[in-house]
């Protein structure tokens, strides 16, 4: 496992951005896939994008594809979340995760390490 640690969530009104970024240490960040995923309250923890170590070949939530970009700084350790045109739906805490299995992006359950998440809040 490894540490996580996510920022860069707030308040922001609809049609605004966020970046959040995730600080990965004690651990192997090059070669896994890393992802992240939201929890709004009274809700499952779902999953939001997911990209390769290389990077490349990323994957989105319907409901987030053309809006978010995940992306990665393998030098230091650091996976971002770009979210534009937030929605109030969008709110929710996002957290950031490191996949073990070789097997669906899409399952929190292939994740071995979390960060403990940063809140984000979009206003109508």
């Known amino acids: 496992q490894m540490h996580l640690v996510e920022s860069g969530g707030g308040l922001v009104q609809a049609g605004g951005s966020l970046r959040l970024s995730c600080v990965a240490s004690g651990g192997t960040f090059v070669g896994y896939v890393m992802g992240w995923f939201r929890q709004a309250p009274g809700k499952e923890r779902e999953f939001i994008a997911s990209v390769p170590w290389r990077g490349g070949r990323t994957s989105y939530a319907d409901s987030v594809k053309g809006r978010f970009t995940i992306s990665r700084e393998n030098a230091n350790a650091i996976l971002y979340l770009q979210m534009n045109n937030l929605k109030p739906e969008n709110t929710a805490v996002y957290y950031c995760?490191?996949?073990?299995?070789?097997?669906?992006?899409?399952?929190?359950?292939?994740?071995?390490?979390w960060g403990q998440g940063t809140q984000v809040t979009v206003s109508s």
């Open positions: 995760a490191r996949k073990s299995r070789v097997s669906d992006d899409t399952q929190r359950n292939n994740y071995d390490s």
